[in-house]
């Protein structure tokens, strides 16, 4: 969608058409700082990473360097992997055989076509990502040691678990659908906490936790495969376990139908609550976290899966298409996520908003109020009521126009050719010019203290947090100080 459409969809919602055109100015610096300095090899592995990933691409090129080679290497990777996994055109054997050696492809010497025959898998970006991979093999080759032996293990245990499921075609138990969330997404936690506390930026006690990384994994796997019903159905992948679905209908395909959607919408319930489950680890875990950007890199996409499911829940749009969060929305929500103040604000607020639409007729209601209530609790202590300005600060601003136009105009009136004055042929000043300016004072206090100062401490602090972030950054091995005797 061109930003002329984004803008219309956004269009009466001020505060996410300036966040649009926000967040589209910052991917463009990001792009741009980001690949002056590269090589090629790096430069086309930052452009694969924007092909075929919105929601990652921003938050990924905006870690530090440090962070951000690996991080990107360790996606690019997972994902090759994923689209093999994805496949069902090819045959299950062989998409299951690969998924097992697939870590391998890292390490061997020669990761060409005689090897892995990567051209037969995916469509459009993901394609090119797996034709061109041994790219992404040298610039994992360029990555420090315990960055390679994390991103190579953890590609080989996500594709054991893919291998197993591709054979198991569906899952049966909750438990089942959980394992299977563990090894695509739950892992993915894993290697993440192990390169954050491997660069030095994070204390090993975020590693430690085995527990929270997964749980940031699951809900956010959880959450796409409640939003990707439909779409997987098509390709014949089945996620959602037979523990739920089977008490709601005979197979999973019929939720489809116009004629199910009571029964339908009982599972699509059932399943976001069974994804509350994990919110809060994810709070847990988040609140660890001390480097300003890597927060940023986890909190978003934990913000914006709970937009989705808040979306998603008792919505039938999830069996007629996918569900997508606008993309204004998307850049509100990015640029709103800056601290853990924030990211409790935004999780009180969507879990109030789905506890507001909980039906006492769903048989899940108690469980998912109870859920809900949970993630109310936790956040609550943390959230300031802040009153909702943009309606006053629009009319300020017609105001201040309208007010200083009036002045002008009577300054101009007042204006004889040579001297210009206020008071009128020996009068005093007329009554209306005088409530003008001082209601024009008014206003002009107003917009200092509710637009000017409040920006120019956000400014303050983005430049602290900036300053926090570079002071950190540097990680080149400083030139030992020479000494010299002389004399
Ligand atoms: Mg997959």
Known sequence: ?????????????????????????????????????????????????????????????????????????????????????????????????????????????????????????????????????????????????????????????????????????????????????????????????????????????????????????????????????????????????????????????????????KFALRCLNHMVTDALRHVPDCIAYMHQIRTPNVFNFVAIPQVMAIATLAECYNNGGVFEGVIKIRRSLTAKLVLQTRCMDDLYTLFFDYAVAVLGRVEDTDPNARVTRKLLNEVIDICQPHVSPSPDLIIPNVLSIVAFCGLSSYVLKRRQDHFDGAVFTWRSAGGIMEPMDMLAIAALFIVCIYMFGFFLLPYMSMMQKEEVRRLEHEGRAPHEPVAPRVVTLEG
């Not at 589209?24 to 930052?46: I, Q, S």
Request: glycine share 6%; aromatic share 10%.
């Open 1 to 261: 969608m061109g930003l002329t459409a984004e803008l219309r969809v956004a269009g009466f919602r001020p505060r996410e058409v300036v966040a649009l055109l926000r967040y589209k100015r910052k991917a463009e610096h990001c792009k741009k700082v980001m690949t002056d300095a590269l090589n090629d090899d790096w430069v086309y592995c930052y452009k694969a990473l924007c092909a075929v990933s919105r929601s990652f691409a921003v938050v990924i090129m905006e870690l530090e360097p440090e962070l951000r080679h690996p991080v990107c290497v360790f996606y690019l990777v997972l994902r090759a992997l994923d689209t093999v996994e994805d496949d069902t055109k090819r045959p299950a054997a062989e998409r299951a055989a690969l998924c097992l050696r697939f870590h391998s492809l890292l390490t061997d010497r020669e990761p060409d076509g005689s090897v892995w025959s990567s051209s037969l898998y995916g469509t459009g970006a993901e394609k090119e990502l797996c034709m061109k991979f041994p790219i992404v093999v040298r610039c994992f080759s360029e990555l420090r040691a315990p960055y390679r032996a994390t991103i190579a293990d953890m590609a080989r245990r996500m594709g054991s678990g893919m291998a197993a499921h591709i054979k198991s075609v569906e899952c049966d138990s909750v438990a089942e659908y959980d394992e299977y969330c563990h090894y695509v997404a739950g892992i993915v936690g894993y290697g993440l906490s192990d390169i954050f506390t491997g660069s030095g930026r994070e204390s090993p006690h975020i590693a430690s936790r085995r527990g929270l990384s997964n749980s940031m994994g699951l809900f956010l796997q959880k959450t796409n495969i409640i939003r990707d019903y439909l779409e997987d159905i098509e390709e014949g992948r089945t996620f959602w376990p037979r523990d739920i679905w089977g008490q709601y209908g005979k197979s999973l395909e019929s939720f489809s139908e116009p004629g199910n959607r």
